[in-house]
């Protein structure tokens, strides 16, 4: 599959039935109060970046990072079933990398839940290592947090 990584910067339909997609999943898994996506307005922020791949049958997936100070935070990732495994979630990732790197950050940052058993095979294969509950997580309290999942991995200037 050929995959392009586009910034978008309005909430298009492609954002919304991805994100409405994500939702859906996450829903079916978690209590309101042990989900911590970010509500589409939101995603539209001057601190954040958000990218679509598209691939040979249109929208494929998302992903956004959210650009703080200290590090940046990976948000709402997804990546339709049928395109899984085909390098998707591996380029989304590439381009929010390079956007931290830009930012002049070297610390990106994510959570997700403990069920979501190929995102979390994805964040290990893409070098991103468990760490402590970060930012507001970190104040967030136990029952909140109790089904997530936190990874870092630390980028180069030169890398990527």
Do not use: W
């Not at 970010?38 to 995603?43: G, T, V």
């Not at 290592?129 to 991995?153: H, I, L, N, Q």
């Amino acid at each position: 599959m050929q995959i392009t990584i586009e910034r978008v910067t309005t909430p298009t339909n492609d954002v919304r039935a991805l994100i409405s997609e994500l939702e859906q999943v996450l829903g079916a898994e978690y209590p309101p109060e042990q989900r911590h996506g970010l509500p589409l307005d939101a995603i539209f922020q001057p601190h954040i970046q958000f990218f679509v791949a598209h691939g040979d049958t249109g929208a494929v997936g998302c992903g956004g990072v959210a650009l703080f100070a200290d590090l940046a935070e990976l948000k709402r990732m997804y990546v339709r079933p049928a395109a899984r495994g085909q390098g998707v979630a591996e380029a989304l990732l590439a381009r929010i990398e390079a956007a931290v790197r830009a930012a002049g950050l070297a610390r990106l940052c994510l959570e997700t839940g403990d069920r979501q058993l190929a995102a979390l095979r994805v964040y290990a294969r893409s070098g991103f290592s468990r760490c402590a509950a970060f930012g507001d997580y970190a104040a967030m309290p136990p029952e909140a947090t109790v089904a997530s999942v936190f990874f870092e991995k630390y980028l180069r200037a030169d890398d990527g």
